[in-house]
């Protein structure tokens, strides 16, 4: 069964502080995975897109890991603002057989930044 | 990136009455568009992808002649909300197929069905 999961549930931290948010999947066949920030009330935003040969990429303080060969993902957020207060959004896509994609959604971490 | 517009933003209901929210791309003809439903402290559940100028594609599960999906043009995709429930009540986001794997998603509307 395709399944994203992501840890943790929830995350406090202090504005400055660094912090980093994992996801595992078991999806076949992988096509790409994609980390998305949605705030409260609104639509998701892309964030970073890795492909099976990309190992990592990053998106200003964001930067996404892929480990193809253990099927996890991870988003580094560094030196969080207030702003970066959200939902992070883990989504594999799945390539089917007639060249479409489906897209597996996690559950997210709803990362809150304190003052 | 694309920029996608959704109208109205909120809207409140009373039981039994139709709804249609609407999904704009402002600057990108999107032959596919996909509409989302999500429930508070749930992830996005897609309900159908929309093909300009064909029938929508159902999730299992999504009643379509509950939900009405209408692509009539590369920028324009609607769904009704047919005789609403107060459990229809939910955040619908739609989002587009751009190029290269990236989809575009709209704001949102809050539908509340009293």
């Known amino acids: 069964k395709n399944q994203v999961e992501q840890s943790p549930q929830s995350l406090i931290i202090l504005e400055g502080k660094n912090c980093t948010l994992q996801?595992?999947?078991?999806?076949?066949?992988?096509?790409?995975l994609r980390w998305y920030k949605q705030d409260t009330g609104r639509g998701p935003v892309s964030l970073t897109i890795m492909t099976f040969s990309e190992n990592t990429k990053s998106n200003g303080r964001y930067t996404a890991t892929l480990d193809a060969d253990t099927k996890q993902s991870s988003l580094h957020i560094t030196a969080s603002q207030l702003s970066d207060s959200a939902s992070y959004i883990c989504v594999v896509s799945v390539e089917s057989m007639d060249s479409n994609y489906q897209l597996i959604w996690g559950a997210g971490t709803k990362l809150i930044i304190k003052p | 990136g694309a920029v996608v517009s959704q109208h109205p933003s909120w809207v409140i209901c009373k039981s039994g009455t139709s709804v249609k929210i609407e999904c704009r791309s402002l600057d990108f003809q999107a032959t596919t568009m996909f509409w989302y439903r999500q429930f508070p402290k749930q992830s996005l559940m897609l309900m159908a992808t929309?093909?300009?100028?064909?029938?929508?594609?159902?999730e299992q599960g999504v009643e379509k002649d509950k939900f009405l999906i209408n692509h009539a043009s590369l920028t324009l995709s609607t769904l009704t909300v047919t005789s609403a429930h107060p459990e229809d009540s939910s955040f619908y986001i739609c989002s587009l197929a751009g190029r290269t794997y990236e989809q575009y998603f709209g704001p949102g509307t809050r539908l509340t069905v009293t």
């Open positions: 929309s093909n300009e100028g064909s029938k929508a594609t159902y």
């Open positions: 996801c595992n999947y078991t999806v076949s066949p992988f096509s790409n």
